[in-house]
């Protein structure tokens, strides 16, 4: 943790961390705007933008017509001219109509124009299942945008975590996506779908400063240290994959990425180094996901230290089913079940 | 380069569009212009778009106020016909109060109404053929009904229960018919737009007599996908009907966030060359009709048809939001255009070929059906934590023969099924409770 302030504590959940970052931002950089469908007078549909509109007026905090496409456009035009956007796609299942815009646009405005225009923009999105969205309100799409040169990729899976890395990315002029696991806003899920779910309050990571900090990008956290296995994950699943080294007392080091591109690689070969056993947790589908390229590094780079094949526990390649979401879920018993094996011999 | 002073110009000015209501003001639509019965007359089929842009901005009406109906739109459905209309938009409603309240006792994990705009639906249904290829958006669940779809299977959907048609996959109200004529419903807004005219391309290519039509909301007019399927249409003279149901709210947002300040949803066909109407979707005949001259426009080869249906969004947008967060309470109270179902309930009743007590006893008895339905879906379960479907059925239509791969996973996923559920779980989900 860097950057520590020395302003007063706050309980938050993650929606209020995230809704404390934009204020702040909002506050101390009249260039800072935030767009989307029902993010003004509404304050968004998961309330991250609450109050903000009424503060800072409708000229910084705006809804926009129904079109990702125009919301990520625009967002390109607003950097342009110099402002410093932060649009707001209402889930990531909805970022589709606007990826030209990403892929073609906004990750190549400073290569195809030698420096001469950037895109300072950073898009929060909420992402992930677990709250029976069906398959439109689900998605974990990471790996479209690590795979597209020119986007930084963050994950944070905890209130203090995304507050930091919020403002960061604000402040950085490269465009970002900012993805927020949706089931952890109002607290860290373990995977158990049928115990009850555990308030932020609880958790440590819950005592978010109320003033300015910054959490650098791309640098990974160690929730957990052990030495017998490296889990490698990011959002979500660094809750449900602590929970499971917790209560079954395996010796772990849990690394939670939380900024996928640029990625913390010092982190991750220093652990699997010293553990020899890789296991890589994502909710996202599994063929070209986050988790192959990670699993590529860890090869390319830890091999001769490696002990057992590096495992992957990650969602099925399959549409987000509704009825079948902990079915389809990486739940406990898939990483139970994964660590076994990697810990066989 | 042309020289300027600049110096004595006002400075520019964002324009953000704002609604005239919100939260605890009191909602006044007496500056609404809305032209009387009659006003907006009715053309041949065959007339050219051009000859017919007034009528993007005009309003086509039937029912007066009072339930009168005249004017060159009036369809002059039989009392059988309009009874039966009734009874559609009565059923859809009830329908909707239970599976609203379903959702709130926990029975499910979303819902949608399309309260207040039954008619945009059911009238559009009843006029077109009954293989005419509908591409809905999520709120016109009121074509499954007209169409003869057993209620209990859109409730086995609802509840993802294991007499689920969709194998539980989809969110509640995704429904999808091929034998009904009624496409897949996406969550992703305006992409059965293009669908639509892809279809009805097909058609035309095909010298068939089928149309196709489709359905959104004007907030959803907005999405690329919308002004992508108006060009095509237009360049190819597609047989399809687009249908933008104005209920002036698109979540929190008001129309004026999708332009709606600017001209009128119907207005956005006008450059494309496309023949616009609007008409008050709050009057289930001229809805019928505007619908019926769209039809046979399109059948006989005179192209694609936008509709604009003026109404209003009674109530929230689904079971994730509170309206009284962002628009004033009494809204739809005081909504010009009133209710559709008081609006015919009205008409009939002038007509007498209804009564009060009539109505009664037919409200009690959809009420009735659409309780014992609900019963008979919930023998079949009801969401809960799901899982009612094999977990074979998860990998299974990904593609039409399942890879290796998908195939490991769902082996792995059989073995989970086996360590994850105690004996207890395994049976209580067999009850499907
Ligand atoms: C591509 C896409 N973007 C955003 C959403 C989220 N969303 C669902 S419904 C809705 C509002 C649609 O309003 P409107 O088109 O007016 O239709 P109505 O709900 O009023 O019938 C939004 C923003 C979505 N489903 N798909």
Not at chain 1, 194 to 202: F, G, H, L, T, Y
Not at chain 1, 233 to 252: C, F, L, P, R
Not at chain 2, 206 to 223: F, H, L, M, P, Y
Request: include cysteine; charged fraction near 25%; aromatic fraction near 10%.
């Amino acid at each position: 943790m860097s950057d520590m302030p020395d302003s007063p504590v706050k309980t938050m959940n993650m929606i209020e961390a995230i809704n404390s970052a934009l204020d702040i931002m909002l506050e101390r950089d009249d260039d800072v705007v935030i767009l989307g469908e029902d993010v003004g007078y509404f304050g968004g549909v998961f309330r991250a933008t609450a109050h903000l509109q009424e503060k800072y007026g409708k000229r910084r905090v705006f809804d926009t017509p129904i079109s990702e496409n125009g919301i990520l456009g625009a967002a390109v035009g607003m950097g342009a001219y110099g402002l410093r956007p932060v649009p707001e796609i209402q889930f990531a299942d909805y970022i589709y109509p606007g990826l030209d815009q990403i892929v073609s646009e906004a990750a190549r405005l400073r290569y195809r124009s030698a420096g001469d225009f950037i895109a300072p923009m950073t898009i929060r999105t909420p992402f992930g299942g677990g709250i029976f969205g069906g398959q439109t309100h689900s998605q974990s799409p990471e790996s479209l945008f690590t795979h597209m040169s020119g986007v930084k990729t963050i994950i944070p899976a905890t209130p203090y975590d995304a507050k930091g890395l919020l403002i960061s990315a604000i402040e950085d002029n490269d465009p970002i996506i900012f993805f927020e696991p949706k089931r952890i806003y109002n607290g860290p899920f373990t995977g158990y779908y049928d115990r009850p779910v555990e308030p932020w309050s609880k958790h440590s990571a819950a005592q978010v400063p109320e003033g300015y900090y910054k959490i650098p990008l791309g640098k990974a956290d160690v929730v957990q240290e052990g030495e017998g296995l490296t889990i490698i994950t990011y959002g979500t699943m660094v809750h449900v994959a602590s929970a499971v080294v917790e209560e079954q007392g395996i010796d772990a080091d849990v690394i939670d990425l939380r900024t996928l591109l640029p990625l913390d690689i010092e982190t991750i070969e220093e652990s699997v180094k010293k553990t020899g056993r890789c296991l890589i947790v994502h909710e996202a589908t599994r063929t070209s996901g986050f988790g192959a390229e990670l699993a590529a590094l860890v090869a390319e780079r830890c091999f001769y230290h490696l002990e057992a094949p590096i495992e992957r526990v990650t969602g099925f390649d399959t549409p987000y089913p509704h009825s079948l979401e902990w079915a389809y879920f990486p739940g406990p018993v898939r990483l139970t079940t994964a660590i076994e094996k990697i810990m066989k011999d | 380069m042309k020289k300027q002073n600049k110096q004595n110009l006002p400075r520019l000015h964002l324009h953000i569009p704002e609604p005239q209501f919100r939260p605890g003001d009191t909602a006044d639509f007496s500056n609404l212009e809305i032209e009387d019965v009659g006003v907006t007359g009715r053309p041949e089929e065959t007339i050219a778009p051009i000859d017919m842009q007034h009528m993007a901005t005009g309003l086509i009406r039937v029912l007066d106020m009072e339930g009168k109906a005249s004017g060159p739109w009036d369809p002059k459905l039989s009392t059988d016909i309009k009874l039966k209309m009734l009874r559609h938009i009565m059923k859809v409603r009830s329908f909707d109060d239970r599976m609203f309240r379903a959702q709130r006792q926990g029975k499910t994990s979303f819902y949608m109404k399309c309260t207040g705009e039954e008619a945009t639906s059911i009238a559009p249904a009843m006029a077109l053929a009954a293989d005419d290829m509908v591409f809905p958006s999520y709120r016109q669940q009121g074509i499954l009904l007209v169409r003869g779809y057993p209620m209990l299977d859109m409730m086995n959907q609802i509840y993802s229960n294991r007499e689920d048609s969709l194998k539980g996959r989809q969110l509640p109200i995704m429904y999808s018919s091929s034998d009904h004529s009624f496409f897949t419903i996406s969550g992703n807004l305006t992409t059965q737009y293009p669908q639509a005219v892809g279809w009805a391309m097909a058609s035309a290519a095909k010298q068939d007599s089928r149309i196709a039509a489709t359905w959104c909301g004007e907030g959803s007019t907005a999405e690329g996908d919308f002004h992508s399927a108006m060009t095509f249409a237009t360049v190819y003279n597609a047989p399809v009907i687009f249908n933008i149901v104005n209920n002036q709210w698109a979540i929190s947002s008001f129309s004026g966030i999708a332009g709606g300040e600017r001209a009128t949803f119907a207005a956005r066909g006008l450059g494309y060359g496309i023949a616009s109407i609007r008409v008050d979707g709050n009057d289930p005949l001229a809805v019928y009709a505007a619908t019926e001259w769209a039809a046979h426009r399109a059948r006989t080869n005179n192209g694609p048809t936008l509709i604009e249906h003026f109404t209003y969004r009674a109530e929230g947008h689904s079971t994730s939001d509170d309206p009284s967060s962002y628009r004033a309470a009494e809204e739809y109270a005081k909504w010009p255009l009133g209710d559709p179902l008081e609006r015919l309930k009205a008409h009939l009743i002038g007509e007498a070929t209804w009564d009060e007590d009539r109505h009664v006893a037919l409200k009690k008895a959809l009420d009735d059906e659409v309780k014992t339905t609900q019963k008979l879906a919930e023998k079949n379960g009801i969401l809960g934590h799901g899982m009612h479907q094999e977990f074979e059925t998860m990998f299974e239509d990904v593609f039409e023969e399942m890879p290796w791969h998908l195939q490991e996973q769902m082996d792995m996923s059989l073995a989970e099924k086996i360590s994850k559920f105690s004996t207890k779980n395994k049976e209580k989900m067999e009850r499907g409770s």
